[in-house]
Antibody, heavy 123, light 110 residues
Framework: EVQLVESGGGLVKPGGSLRLSCAAS????????MSWIRQAPGKGLEWVGR??????????DYPAPVKGRFTISRDDSRNTLYLQMNRLETEDTALYYC??????????????WGQGTLVTVSS | QSVLTQPPSASGTPGQRITISCSGS????????VNWYQQFPGTAPKLLIY???QRPSGVPDRFTGSKSGSSASLAIGGLSPEDEADYYC???????????FGGGTQLTVL
């Protein structure tokens, strides 16, 4: 059974930093592409970025709102995904989910989700 | 405002069939597959439809997905009060080089 467990959320001041972790189990993590998705309180889902497997280059993609501030990385030896968030803004307040992504058809991306970890950016 | 456009709300009565639309453009829905997600309050989203019209095991065949051009639809037949949830479409965008979500549709079963 696939399990994704996020941690590291909390209260941080604007301009601060935070690192989220996602412990993965139940699948071959080092072969998986992974994404982070967030959901602001009472709002919709927003893709935050993804990382390919190291065998596929380990490269990352980010949407404009977080590019240059957020960095996704992975430690395949620990089956763990990370999201380093710098220069945080109040608009980054959200529940952050770790999800599985898809590298090939039939594009079954975001198939498994963690329970989320809450990040609150406030002074 | 989301690049993928969904109606903010939809409603129906038990037993009815409803559809939720997801309108995009040639760089996303028009050239890439669409997935749909179901989210109940306080819980993580769940994959409902992938690859435009495929259902993961365990998803009832009352849920069907379709795509035509730059628009996609999720149809729910035989509506049940248990279907009350938020529904999101998603697709890759070739210009933005990223995954997009629609704004979400809140379904009410009257």
């Amino acid at each position: 059974e696939v399990q994704l467990v996020e941690s590291g959320g909390g209260l941080v001041k604007p301009g601060g930093s935070l690192r989220l972790s996602c412990a993965a189990s139940g699948f071959i993590f080092n072969d998986a592409w992974m994404s982070w998705i967030r959901q602001a309180p009472g709002k919709g889902l927003e893709w935050v970025g993804r990382i390919k497997s190291n065998t596929d280059g380990g490269t990352t993609d980010y949407p404009a709102p977080v590019k240059g501030r957020f960095t996704i990385s992975r430690d395949d030896s620990r089956n763990t995904l990370y999201l380093q968030m710098n220069r945080l803004e109040t608009e980054d307040t959200a529940l952050y989910y770790c999800t599985t992504d898809s590298k090939s058809p039939p594009w079954r991306y975001f198939d498994s989700w963690g329970q989320g970890t809450l990040v609150t950016v406030s002074s | 405002q989301s690049v993928l456009t969904q109606p903010p709300s939809a409603s129906g009565t038990p037993g009815q069939r409803i559809t939720i639309s997801c309108s995009g453009s040639s760089s996303n829905v028009g050239s890439n597959t669409v997935n749909w997600y179901q989210q109940f309050p306080g819980t993580a989203p769940k994959l409902l439809i992938y690859n435009n019209n495929q259902r993961p095991s365990g998803v009832p065949d009352r849920f069907t997905g379709s795509k035509s051009g730059s628009s996609a639809s999720l149809a729910i037949g035989g509506l049940s009060p248990e279907d009350e949830a938020d529904y999101y479409c998603a697709a890759w965008d070739d210009i933005l080089n990223g995954r997009l979500f629609g704004g979400g549709t809140q379904l009410t079963v009257l």
